[in-house]
């Protein structure tokens, strides 16, 4: 099998799944094509303060925007993404071997660890 082609078939899966964890409240709407940036962990501290930035190094990060009609869904009562992030933590994902080689096979949400992040952008 072609590794091109399967890089790219598990990096959509992966993008699928996440798409699906969000289904499970709301149904996302407008989602925005993926892109993939290099962060710099040290700058970008929104994943879990265990990822250890070495020297100049810098990893793959991907990014979309998607919009829901009823954003309340995802309050849990003290976040208002908590449920979302609740129904994506330990769901399961496949590593392409382009990823920061310490990142685990699933998604994780706590403090030390995570390795999925959500923001609300308000409407202007």
Known sequence: MDK???HKRNTQSNFDTVQQAISLR???ELVRIPEKTMIRFDEFTEFGFLFTQFEDDTYPCW???FAVQ???VFYD???ELGALYSDCD???MIKCDT???NLPPF???SDELRNIYFKVLKND
């Open 4 to 6: 091109e082609w399967l």
């Open 26 to 28: 709301s149904q996302p």
């Open 63 to 65: 990014s979309f925007d």
């Open 70 to 72: 009823h954003p309340s």
């Open 77 to 79: 009562g003290v976040n």
């Open 90 to 92: 330990r769901v399961p």
């Open 99 to 101: 990823e920061w080689a």
């Open 107 to 109: 998604l994780d949400s």
